[in-house]
């Protein structure tokens, strides 16, 4: 009986260790941006990553004098269109390749794979020449369709597995019913295929509003730059303001960061596994 | 579904796969539509073939006209002497092999960009992927609050955009502000006096790793984690009553039922890490203005971008997709012999 809880002692420990270690590793780069942020001596070289008082003059000097306001509305703007074209066009792929059994079926998996292994960077040159050739240098339609393309291929690779999780007796069931092929995709895949989605948006999200080096390519107009690129104004010749340049990153960082915790549930909990058991 | 049910479809293009609860079993799909009359079940048929390439057409005209147009541009691109003039005029002459051959008799690329991309890709790949799985098996003995406090610090170190979270290791590092050079000249590793960590090669992609490790072991963590919780508990407490520690049950129970999921995060961290840019690019002297830093990604876009050679960049850039489809071509053979995709 001893033995048993001195074992489960140590394994408490061992946990609890663990646990330190990776919420340390994870949040320490997010705490020294927000307290550098913060921070009234962010500039003077002290070595410190905790913050010495407490002003906003980093934030207020990033919105008036960085232009960062503009920047913010660019991203948004990107970012939501490339979530909303992406997923409705990786939805209907992913379900062709999931639901149905067509001679290219492979072919075309592979294709989508490898697809998926061309370096954006390889593609910058080309993508550059033809939007310039296209007019669409200087416009944020340019960014949008290039992160769309950019997005769809892992998209459609995830929401494949999610489609092919949703029993297929669930799908038998509404044909029976008499339910179109199109009910049953939107009353019955599509709500349990929710979290795919979740999942695929995030993604999207993320490629859009982080991407860096298309929205430094594309755009030469500081009016049209998204947020990733705006920080680079803070690194002058003389040095960095680092102060300006983690008052941006956290304005970049938090809601991304917020959105991220909220979905996290979703992600991470299967409501699939949920409407199988019940 | 079974793989037997799986495969017998395989082979059979006609219909949907799933028409039956096994689907490639005959009787029961004429079962199933035998309650339609014989000319709907035509139609039915023929929308039914044609629906996969109904869904797969928005999406591949997509794909074609941003990737796979731009890949052949790229190719045409490589074997043509593109420079300043050609960007105005339009026009470019054919120079056949002459790129490549500059690339590869070049110094810069054996001795600089290509094991400052390879090495640096397969360290991080195996720290990500060893990290992430060491991350998920925690989290999988966690319960409660503590689980959800810890998965919630996993996706804020997710959500650090490459940018963002790239600065913030530069200001770790910097010679002057810097509270990790600080630390490592405590421990006397580094002398700031003497040197500056971004312009030795090592220190260089040591940060460069660390950043590009932090930024992609939560995926590992999350998609390892949500494998871990399909495994049969009946499964585990077998293995546990026949007496295997914890060890030899990750390794012949959790391993073996995880080996699709490891195999996709794999293959993924290697795309990912294989071409990363940003990273670098924006890490001092990464755009190019410290030569020995370069990697293939980043040696590309300065050679067009930054000195309006393009056919040269497009030649790096074609080298780097086939050392990645090089890759990816023996996971993808390793894949499908394992199992129907």
């Not at chain 2, 799909?29 to 139609?43: F, L, N, V, W």
């Not at chain 2, 929308?47 to 990737?67: E, M, Q």
Request: proline share 4%.
């Amino acid at each position: 009986m001893s033995r048993r809880n001195a074992r489960r002692t140590r394994r408490r420990l061992w946990l609890a260790l663990g646990f330190v270690v990776v919420l340390v590793f994870s949040v320490f780069p997010v705490f020294v941006m927000l307290s550098t942020a913060v921070d009234p001596s962010a500039n003077s070289g002290s070595r410190n990553v905790l913050p010495t008082g407490f002003t906003l003059d980093h934030f207020r000097f990033v919105l008036d004098e960085g232009n960062f306001l503009t920047y913010l509305r660019n991203s948004v703007l990107v970012a939501l269109a490339t979530v909303l074209a992406s997923s409705v066009l990786a939805l209907f792929a992913a379900v062709a390749v999931a639901r149905f059994r067509f001679r290219m079926r492979i072919p075309v998996l592979m294709l989508i794979l490898t697809i998926q292994m061309v370096p954006m960077e390889a593609l910058v040159i080309p993508l550059f020449l033809q939007a310039k050739t296209l007019g669409l240098l200087d416009q944020l339609l340019g960014l949008v369709v290039v992160y769309v393309a950019f997005s769809l291929p892992f998209a459609i690779w995830t929401l494949r597995g999610f489609v092919a999780a949703v029993p297929v007796e669930l799908e038998e069931a509404a044909a029976l019913d008499g339910a179109s092929w199109w009910q049953m995709f939107w009353r019955i895949l599509f709500p349990l295929v929710a979290p795919g989605l979740v999942a695929t948006s995030i993604f999207s999200f993320i490629v859009a509003w982080n991407e860096f080096i298309f929205a430094l390519t594309f755009m030469s107009d500081s009016d049209l730059y998204t947020v990733a690129v705006g920080l680079r104004q803070f690194f002058t010749r003389n040095g960095a303001n680092w102060g300006a340049v983690m008052a941006g990153s956290a304005i970049i960082t938090v809601p991304v960061m917020i959105f991220f915790v909220a979905v996290q549930r979703k992600l991470t909990s299967g409501l699939i596994a949920g409407a199988t058991k019940g | 579904m079974s793989k037997a049910a799986v495969r017998s479809t395989g082979t059979d293009p006609s219909g949907p796969e799933q028409s039956g609860p096994d689907g490639g079993d005959p009787p029961r799909r004429s079962r199933r539509t035998g309650i339609r009359t014989g000319a709907r079940q035509a139609d039915h048929l023929a929308i039914t073939r044609r629906r996969p390439w109904l869904l797969l057409t928005p999406a591949f005209i997509v794909l074609g006209v941003l990737l796979l147009w731009p890949m052949i541009r790229v190719v045409t691109l490589s074997f043509q002497d593109f420079g300043l003039r050609e960007l105005v005029r339009g026009d470019a002459e054919l120079v056949g092999l002459d790129n490549f051959t500059r690339v590869l008799t070049d110094r810069l690329l054996w001795q600089v960009a290509l094991p400052n991309t390879l090495v640096f890709a397969a360290v991080c790949v195996v720290l990500t992927v060893g990290i992430g799985t060491l991350v998920a098996l925690l989290l999988n003995q966690m319960t409660g609050v503590w689980r959800s406090l810890l998965l919630t610090a996993i996706m804020a170190a997710w959500a650090i955009p490459a940018v963002t979270g790239t600065y913030v290791w530069i200001y770790l590092f910097d010679a002057r502000s810097g509270f990790l050079t600080g630390v490592l000249e405590y421990v006397g590793l580094v002398d700031t006096a003497t040197t500056n960590l971004f312009t030795e090669r090592l220190w260089f992609f040591a940060i460069a790793t660390l950043n590009v490790v932090h930024h992609g072991f939560p995926f590992v963590a999350v998609t390892v984690l949500a494998g871990l919780m399909t495994v049969p508990k009946e499964l585990m407490e077998a293995a546990e009553i026949d007496g295997a520690g914890p060890v030899k049950r990750f390794f012949f129970v959790t391993a073996p039922v995880l080996k699709p999921v490891f195999a996709v995060v794999t293959i993924l961290s290697t795309i990912w890490d294989f071409k990363v840019f940003t990273q670098i690019y924006l890490m001092p002297g990464g755009d190019g203005a410290n030569r020995e830093v370069l990697n293939l990604g980043t040696w590309s876009y300065v050679s067009a971008m930054g000195q309006n050679q393009y056919g040269l960049g497009a030649a790096i850039a074609v080298l780097l997709t086939l050392l990645l489809l090089a890759v990816t071509v023996v996971y993808l053979r390793t894949l499908f012999k394992e199992e129907e995709l």
